[in-house]
Structure formats: C-alpha cells, structure tokens
C-alpha cells in the first residue's frame, strides 16, 4: 500500500468547499500547535497539517470521503485531557476536533437516557441530568474538561466505577462515521441486545481507531439517596489496604473508593494551601463515599465502615457530612493531577495499572521496589476498591526533559510487566495511545495481536484512522 498523503492546498480547499471556511484551519501555525499534543505533555507534540471543526455529522462523513480518497491520517480529538497520547497526530495529516458538536439533543426520562453529541463536556452532561432527577454515571475525574465523544473513546472510568462501572457500561447506542465516510448506527434506546457480535463495546474504548462517534446515547441512572464523605488516615500502606478488602467485603452501599499516598496529599495540600487531619503522621488515606436510602441507614453504614477501618489500623476515620467538608476533602484527590504539575511541570501521569483486589499488597510493595531500583520518585493513589493504582513518576533532576517521557514509559512498562504477572493489566481507563503501545503488544501474545489487527482492517483497511494507536501498524506506514 502506498504512504500516507499530504494536506495540501487543493485538500484545503476541498475541505473548505465541504464544511465551510471558517471550519478548517491550514497554515496558521499557532492555531495548530493546540492540537499537536493533549495532556500526556507537550514533549510528545506532533504538528497536524490541518485541523477541522465539523458541525455534524454529514461534515465528518464528508471530511473522511476527503480522507479516504487520498490516503491522509485523521486523528479524532475531543478535548485533549487524555494522558496516553491518544489524540496526537503522529503521522500529520488532519485532525477532526469534535469541540463544534456539542450539544445535549435530548434527555428521556421515560427511557431514562440523554442523546449527546461527542463535543458535550462531560459535566455539563452531568448537571443536565441532574436537574433532570438522574445521574450520569460514567463520568472520569476529569469531567470538568473531558467531553463524552473522549470519555467513548477511551471507556473512560473514574471514582464511582466500584459501584456503577466505566463509560462503557453507560453507552447504550452510538452514531459513528466509518472512515469510508459511511455512517453506522449501532445499539439504541434499549439495555438488551444479542442481535450479533457488539460493534458499539467494540467502538467504545476503541480510541478513534476505528471509526468516528458523532451521537451517543448514555444510560442514566436514578440519582443516589444520601451519601456521606469519609475520610481515614493510616499509619502505613497495609492497614490502609487490609481496610479495603474488609469494606468491600462489608457489603456496604460505597460509591467511591479512592487512596492517596503521603506525598500525593502533600503536594496537592501544598499547591491548594490547606491540610489533611494527621497529615504530620500518616502514610495513606482513604477516601470513601457511602449511600443509604434513609439517614439512619447512612448512619449505620458510616458507623460500620469507620469501626472496620479503626480495626484495620486507621488514626481516626473523619464524616465529612455537610457538603462543604465533603468539598474540602474531594478538592484533594481532584486536583492532585494540577498539584503534582505544579511541582513538577514534567510529571508524567500516565501510570495506570490494574490488578486483582487481592494482588494490591504485593503491587504496591513491587511499585515501591522498582521505584527505588530506578530511582524514581512516585506519587501513588487511585481508584483502589477497583485495583486500579496510578503510580505517578517525578522526573529525577539529573535527567534532561527530552530524555524523560521515553524514561518514564520504560519505568512505566517494567510495573506493567509485574501487574501482568499478577493477573493485572497496564492501563485500566487512561488506555493505550501510542505511549503505551509497545509495552502492550509485548503483554498480549500474537494470536490477540493479530485479532486486534484483523478488526482494525475490518474497520480501516486503509489505516487512515488515528495510525500508530492502540494496535500495531502495518508495514505500509513508515514509523513517524
Ligand atoms: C486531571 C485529570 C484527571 C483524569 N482523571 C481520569 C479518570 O478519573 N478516569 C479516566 O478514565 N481518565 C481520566 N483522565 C484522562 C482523560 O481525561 C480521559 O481519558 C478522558 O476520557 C479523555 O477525554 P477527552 O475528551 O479529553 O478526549 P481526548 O483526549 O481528546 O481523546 C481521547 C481518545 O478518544 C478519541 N476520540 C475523541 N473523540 C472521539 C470521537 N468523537 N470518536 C472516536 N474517538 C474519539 C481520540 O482519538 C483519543 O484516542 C484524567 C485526565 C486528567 C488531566
């Protein structure tokens, strides 16, 4: 097959003719620096040679029959908060930001779902829903940033998929554009389907290699009854831990598990200008959400899940019950990712591994034995009650900024390694991009290697559709 080809001013003005003027733009190089990289950093920038804004669905089908007529690379990007460099042109050509269709099309209440465009910021889905009675359940802790079309491509999860699971299960039906410029429509309104293989579980968490969303229908669920915020400090990582396993075992109604290492509570404290209780003593916290339907339901469950973690070893368990405790405590874990960049502008966040429950203890002890072996400084939290850690990696002084994104994914690929070995996988929602593709093709064997390849064909035989993504490219591309 033949190289990829070039953006130029004829495209342009094919692109123009098809989508209008003021929805492609070519040769103004700071308005296309913005969409040469997302938030894994700009070390790893790629300029695209244009960048086009549809404003439905036809001017994507119509941008892709450009595309596909000459063989230019088409990098779908939402709003770029992705950290495993997923939306970065690496091959140049075009890339198609969704941020123009972002309109709620629909909320409905009898079928209990919202029809979205892919550009919707994912909390103003949120509040939306809200007013609405319902709760939109999929939303990542970057939902302040990230639209829904990003939160599809990337399955995204978050705080609340102990209880409610990741974007995926949230999807329902799907508008997409195959790169042909076709348009599909897969699933619907309904919660049942085995009417052939899944195209729409294929197409989520598909990270824009295989086709483009431009309409999704999300579940919505009733909006919880009363929560309460706890938050428990520990003496050491084990008794933290050893508190997990208890309250999912408990039973307990929890919404939200999520740990934090001292030094992450640190620099986000420090960069927030406040402080935890025991922050002088502890080495963990955890931070847990519980529902109940009525106040003395809640009541009990609180009483119950604090005395299991005193049990386990915790300082003291503190309920964050009105809303601005509990704003105080969940301001700590949701700015931690500004917090650690602020501290450290090269700060990778792209460590995102997961493994069994039971596996957590000998994970974080393995974290902490290949940090010191490389000599890497960790901040460690994540969505624990989920087995998914995010060990974040502190560039060391003595190595230079151009040398350490491929440093830290090397880092990044032994631990995956050793969560492989536990029965773990190495991304759990910030998926694969093009940084972490090596070290999964070497964690799948060639068989799954191959599937996956197959389908992306199937898809996309001619790999115009974000290449260099997710599965390996063929030999009918050269490696940027
Ligand atoms: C502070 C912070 C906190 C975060 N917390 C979480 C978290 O809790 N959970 C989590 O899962 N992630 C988290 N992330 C990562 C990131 O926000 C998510 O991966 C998010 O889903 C990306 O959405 P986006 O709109 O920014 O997509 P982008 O980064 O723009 O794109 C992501 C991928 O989706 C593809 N894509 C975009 N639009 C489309 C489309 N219309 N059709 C097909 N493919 C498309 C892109 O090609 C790319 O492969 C966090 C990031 C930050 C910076």
């Known amino acids: 097959m033949k190289g990829y080809g070039k953006v130029t001013p004829e495209v342009v003005a094919e692109l123009r003719a098809a989508i209008g003027e003021r929805n492609v733009l070519y040769e103004d190089k700071e308005a296309l620096e913005n969409y040469a990289y997302d938030t894994a950093g700009r070390i790893f920038a790629h300029d695209p040679e244009a960048v086009v804004k549809p404003e439905k669905t036809e001017h994507v ?15 779908p990007r939402a709003a770029g908060s992705g950290i495993a460099g997923a939306a970065i042109p690496i091959f140049g050509g075009v890339v198609l930001s969704i941020e123009k269709m972002n309109h709620i099309l629909e909320i409905d209440p009898v079928n209990r779902v919202a029809v979205v465009e892919p550009g919707v910021v994912t909390n103003d889905l949120c509040k939306a829903v809200q007013e ?26 978050g705080g609340k998929v102990v209880r409610y699971g990741s974007t995926r299960r949230h999807v329902l039906g799907l508008e997409v554009v195959l790169p042909s410029g076709v348009v599909i429509q897969l699933g619907g309104k309904f919660r049942k389907d085995t ?13 824009g290699t295989l086709g483009i969303v431009t309409k999704v229908i999300v579940n919505l669920e009733p909006l919880p009854g009363r929560t309460v915020n706890l938050l428990a400090a520990y003496p050491d990582l084990d008794s933290m831990v050893a508190s997990v396993a208890e309250v999912v075992k408990s039973g307990t109604k929890m919404i939200s598990c999520e740990f934090l290492d001292r030094f992450s509570v640190k620099v986000t404290t420090d960069y927030l200008g406040t402080k935890l209780p025991y922050q002088d003593k502890a080495e963990a916290y955890l931070l847990i959400q519980i529902e109940g339907e009525t106040d003395e339901e809640l009541e009990k469950a609180y009483e119950k899940v604090g005395a299991l973690c005193i049990e386990k070893g915790a300082f003291e368990v503190f309920v964050a019950e009105s809303r601005i405790d509990s704003a105080m405590v969940w301001n700590v874990r ?17 460590g995102d591994l997961v493994v069994p429950l039971s596996e957590i203890p000998q994970m974080m ?12 400084k960790v901040a460690n939290l994540g969505h624990i009650a989920d087995g998914n850690l995010h060990p974040l990696a502190v560039k060391p002084d003595d190595v230079p900024p151009d040398k350490w994104g491929a440093l830290a994914e090397d880092f ?40 996956h390849r197959a389908i992306k064909l199937a898809f996309d035989p001619q790999e115009i559709l974000n290449p260099g993504k997710l599965v390996h490219q063929g030999a009918c591309a050269a490696a940027p």
């Open 365 to 376: 002890k393995v974290i902490e034995e290949v940090s010191e072996k490389w000599k890497i």
């Open 412 to 451: 990044y690929g032994e631990l995956i390694g050793e969560a492989v070995k536990l029965g773990g996988v190495g991304s759990g929602e910030h998926g694969v991009g093009f940084l972490k593709l090596p070290t999964l093709l070497a964690t799948k064997t060639p068989e799954e290697t191959a599937i």
């Open 334 to 350: 949701q700015n931690l990712a500004e917090g650690l960049r602020v501290y450290d502008p090269y700060c990778s966040l792209s």
């Open 61 to 75: 089908s119509a941008v892709m029959r450009v595309a596909s007529k000459r063989r230019i690379p088409v990098t």
């Open 132 to 157: 609405k009675g319902f709760l939109y359940a999929g939303y990542p802790m970057s939902t302040e940033t990230s639209f829904i079309g990003g939160n599809v491509g990337t399955n995204a999860g």
């Open 195 to 207: 009417w052939g293989y899944s195209l729409l579980q294929l197409m989520v968490g598909s990270e």
